[in-house]
């Protein structure tokens, strides 16, 4: 059904714009840097067609988050659910913790954390993002 992997760094030219079309209303528009080693972009696909993206990053004992964005014409907590599953095949046992800043006014996100056993641990500076974390092993459990 989906199919996931890391684009290389000769894809970006192609990707951005397509990556930047899947982005909703009201989420995050910029775009994941391909020259920030700090954070890796997991692409989604169906059927060789781009549906939504997850760039994340390696935080000591946790995986951040950074942005995530889905094509519209999916369902998207289930495409969230399979990517998020990947995902945590190609972590290091070091990581413990899944960890997510989710903007205060984005209440459906919330939720969707909230289904995963994410609780509000924190904020931003300016206070308009929640810090929401889990034991990845919860969240492993919810997903199954």
Known sequence: MYTFR???KAEWDVLLPQISALHAPGA???IPDPQEEAQALLLMQ???QLVGCIQYSLRGDAVRLERIALDNTQEHPLLLYHALRHLFTLLPPEILYLEDYVDKQRT???EVNEKLGMTAVGENADGTHLLMRAALDSVRRSLN
């Open 6 to 8: 890391h684009p290389d």
């Open 108 to 110: 459906h996100a919330i």
């Open 46 to 48: 169906a059927q060789e």
């Open 28 to 30: 995050r528009k910029d």
